[in-house]
């Protein structure tokens, strides 16, 4: 099966690092020249990023809120307001490598596509709880795609608990999916050759509040 790219939009939070995200940029337009690609900048420091994007693309769209809204909320804003069916969402230290839409829609059954994870309630996996050792553990049975690169349904997200300022910012959406046993509709896929991570790329420069 193939998805019109005109039918997805690509979408990603970003927090004080145009360099990660001119990258992810750069990789995008290389592969999909006219795919509609959305910033949501948080950055919180009065800059005014990406004016050069704008005026040579015209599928490239900046939303300057001013503050910093945070990644679970960054999405769920930008998936909310999408015009879009489906949306390939990326962290901002994301870049993709080859087409990768079609290949996620393939194995689209419902909700989202993208890695999955097993976590506890607290979006944590088994061994995480090693090193964040005071953190009560709790017994893993959540499937969770991980946002890091997913491709998502803008209604199916809409029937189901938003993503929020989160360490893990999809959990209560995956939790409400489990209790509905509607878990089938989380697709697994393999992001190996698909794309490449700094890992924590922005939380590194800037850290990160769960509060």
Known sequence: MMIMTNNVEVLTVHYKTPDLIYRQYNSVRKIYPTIPYRIIDGSDDGQFYFEDLEKEDKNIKVERLGYNIHHGPGMHYGITTSFYDFLLIMDSDVYIKKEIINDMYNHYKGYAVGKELMVDKKGLEKDQHKKYWWKSFNKIKYPYIHPSCILINKN?????????????????????IFNKNKTDILSSFNLEGYIELEEKGTRKRWGINLK
């Not at 300022?165 to 959406?173: F, L, M, Q, S």
């Open 156 to 176: 199916a997200y809409l029937q189901f608990k938003q993503f929020k300022k989160h360490g893990a910012p999809c959990i209560d959406a995956m939790i409400d």
